[in-house]
C-alpha cells in the first residue's frame, strides 16, 4: 500500500528523538514537508542534518504563551501529530503536585490548545485534515506507578473523540494511536528493568514490546486517506495486550 503526502504540510510535535523523530523521516519519505517543534535545539538540529525538507522550531509547548507564540504564524498545515509527553511515574501514595501539573500540561493542555490552533488553520482553509494524537495502551489498562500517566492518556482519549465529533462536519479526521512499551528514552524509564518488563512481556500475546517503526506506519496510516471513513478511533498498537 503506498502512501503519498506529497504537497502537504505535516506539524509534528515531540519531534526530537523516538518515535516523533521516526514519525518526522517517515513523513519526509512520503513527500510531505515537516515543521518539527521540541525542546530541545540539538537534537531538532541533528534530525534537520540527517533529513530534508524539514523545519524546525523549538518551544516548551506547556507555556501556553509560548506556544501561542511560536504557532501563531505557523502557516497552513495539512497533517498535525501530538506526540509531546511526558511520564513521570510513582506510586499513587508518592504522587506529588508537580507530578500532575507537569504531567497534564504536556500530555493534556498542550495537546488541546495545539489542536485548537491547528483546527482553526484547516478550518480557514477549507481543507481535509488529519489529526493523530499519540496516547498508550496506559489509557485503557491500569499500569503500576502510572496513576498520573494512565490519568492523562485517558483523557487524551476522550478529547480525541469530542474533536472527531465536532471536526466531522469540517472534514477533519481525529484519532489516537495507542502503543505499548516502545523501548526509547521514554520507555527506558519505567521498562528497563527485567524484573519489571518480563511480567508485562508474559501479558502481551505475542511476548515483545513494539519497534518504533511499527508505530509510525499506524500513525501513517491514520493520516493518510487509506483511513478516510476513520475518525474518533483509538488504535492499539500492543501485540495484543489490551485483548485479554
Not at 506556544?67 to 502557516?75: M, R, S
Not at 498535525?80 to 513521570?88: F, G, M, P, R, S
Not at 508518592?94 to 495545539?114: A, P, W, Y
Not at 472534514?171 to 528493568?193: K, Q
Request: hydrophobic residues 45%.
Amino acid at each position: 500500500m503506498e502512501i503519498s503526502f506529497k504537497g502537504k504540510t505535516a506539524l509534528v510535535t515531540g519531534a526530537s528523538q523516538g518515535i516523533g523523530r521516526d514519525i518526522v523521516k517517515q513523513l519526509v519519505a512520503c513527500g510531505a514537508h515537516v515543521i518539527a517543534i521540541s525542546r530541545s535545539k540539538d537534537l531538532l538540529e541533528s534530525l534537520k542534518s540527517e533529513t530534508s525538507n524539514v523545519e524546525i522550531k523549538t518551544a516548551d509547548l506547556s507555556n501556553w504563551e509560548e506556544t501561542e507564540n511560536v504557532l501563531k504564524d505557523i502557516g497552513p498545515i495539512d497533517l498535525l501529530i501530538n506526540n509531546a509527553a511526558v511520564a513521570l511515574l510513582a506510586p499513587i501514595l508518592e504522587i506529588t503536585q508537580e507530578h500532575i501539573d507537569k504531567s497534564f500540561d504536556l500530555n493534556i493542555k498542550s495537546i488541546i490548545h495545539i489542536t485548537q490552533i491547528i483546527a482553526k488553520n484547516m478550518i480557514a482553509r477549507n481543507i481535509s485534515g488529519s489529526i493523530v494524537n499519540i496516547s498508550s495502551q496506559a489509557s485503557m489498562a491500569g499500569l503500576k506507578d502510572h496513576g498520573v500517566y494512565c490519568a492523562t492518556k485517558g483523557a487524551l482519549d476522550a478529547f480525541t473523540r469530542v474533536a472527531a465529533a465536532e471536526f466531522g462536519a469540517y472534514n477533519i479526521r481525529v484519532n489516537c494511536v495507542n502503543p505499548t512499551v516502545i523501548m526509547t528514552a521514554m520507555g527506558r524509564i519505567g521498562w528497563s528493568n527485567p524484573k519489571i518488563a518480563d511480567p508485562m512481556k508474559e501479558k502481551i500475546p505475542l511476548k515483545r514490546f513494539g519497534e518504533v517503526r511499527e508505530v509510525t506506519d499506524a500513525v501513517l496510516y491514520l493520516l493518510s486517506d487509506k483511513s478516510s471513513l476513520i475518525t474518533g478511533s483509538c488504535l492499539p498498537v500492543d501485540g495484543g495486550f489490551l485483548a485479554i
